[in-house]
């Protein structure tokens, strides 16, 4: 009992003070009639979602692949989730379905500046969904006090993650050469990123 108190305290303590997800838990975002709910994940919505949709970790990270087993996954996601500089977010339908997942990584006090990640389910690519709750979620950020920047690394050979960046407002700022290998080729990876300002400026123009 005391060590769940114990728990129970260290996650309202992070919640307090990731300002992250005091902005955009729990927000409900209506698309074509349809209700989709941001929701912080847990450690365990977080495997069921790797081991559900994450099939080849390669082709999202340029990163070491580091196989573990699933009491391991869990720990690295609580480390996670704990974290009051990371958010990470499920995206749920109205029927409480896990369909994708929206990540904040590495967010900077000093510079106001954040890392984007993202997934989606492929039965639910093709419509609009990411882009949309992306664009949401950018205005809510720059809409609050502490964020100039958002950024996002993705492989060149990723077509719908840069297209998907592109119609989200973002401009490819840096190159890394050779940086992301996938069947054994290496590719280059592309760095974007989004400014307080270039957001409010295209707001204002498309209003």
Request: proline content about 0%; aromatic content about 12%; some cysteine.
């Amino acid at each position: 009992m005391k060590q769940e108190k114990g728990l129970v305290k260290k996650f309202m303590k992070h919640c307090k003070h990731n300002k992250m997800l005091e902005i955009l838990k729990n927000n409900k975002i209506i698309l074509n009639s349809k209700i989709y709910i941001l929701k912080q994940l847990s450690a365990k919505e977080l495997l069921f979602f790797k081991k559900e949709h994450i099939k080849d970790i390669s082709l999202i990270t340029s990163k070491t692949v580091i196989h573990r087993n699933d009491k391991e996954l869990l720990l690295l996601f609580e480390d996670l989730i704990n974290n009051k500089n990371n958010c990470l977010l499920g995206i749920f339908t109205n029927e409480k379905e896990l369909i994708g997942r929206i990540s904040f990584y590495n967010y900077n006090e000093r510079n106001y500046s954040v890392e984007l990640g993202y997934f989606l389910s492929d039965s639910y690519q093709g419509v609009g969904i990411m882009t949309q709750i992306i664009k949401y979620i950018i205005d809510k950020l720059f809409s609050s006090d502490g964020f100039n920047k958002i950024y996002c690394q993705t492989a060149s050979f990723n077509d719908k993650s840069c297209d998907l960046l592109k119609k989200c407002g973002f401009s490819q700022e840096g190159l890394l050469r050779e940086h992301h290998k996938y069947n054994g080729v290496l590719f280059d990876d592309y760095l974007f990123s989004i400014l307080k300002k270039e957001w409010v400026n295209n707001v204002q123009i498309n209003t």
